[in-house]
């Protein structure tokens, strides 16, 4: 199994950014995608997460208006569009998978596989 996230970078607030999560070695509609993402001192949150096979999503209040999750099922990659960036949301931001039944949930603990991570750092 790989995850592999990418994508990630310097940018000014206000700015985009547009992270892929590309993922192999396991049944793609078996599976939910989820995005985290960790502050240096803080724990590692739960933004953003997708099923793949219906299309259902969860955004935290954190991100909901400004971030969208999508998924390219033939690619078997999801992506998060990060728009109006805040210099709060600089983070090393992580893809996972979840083997799960029903809405994907935002829990780390609940994903399998990880990514090795990717850094997104906003200026003010």
């Known amino acids: 199994v790989k995850v592999v996230e990418s994508g990630g970078g310097l940018v000014q607030a206000g700015g985009s950014l547009r992270l892929s999560c590309a993922a192999s070695?396991?049944?793609?509609?078996?599976?939910?995608i989820g995005w985290f993402r960790q502050a240096p001192g803080k724990e590692r949150e739960g933004i953003s997460c997708?099923?793949?096979?219906?299309?259902?999503?969860y955004y935290a209040d954190s991100v909901k208006g400004r971030f969208t999750i999508s998924s390219d099922n033939a690619k078997q990659t999801v992506y998060l569009q990060m728009n109006s960036l805040k210099p709060e949301d600089t983070a090393v931001y992580y893809c996972?998978?979840?083997?799960?039944?029903?809405?994907?949930?935002?829990?780390?603990?609940?994903?399998?596989?990880w990514g090795q991570g990717t850094q997104v750092t906003v200026s003010s």
């Open positions: 070695g396991f049944i793609w509609d078996d599976y939910a």
């Open positions: 996972a998978a979840d083997r799960t039944v029903g809405a994907p949930t935002p829990i780390p603990i609940a994903y399998d596989y």
């Open positions: 997708i099923s793949p096979s219906d299309g259902s999503t």
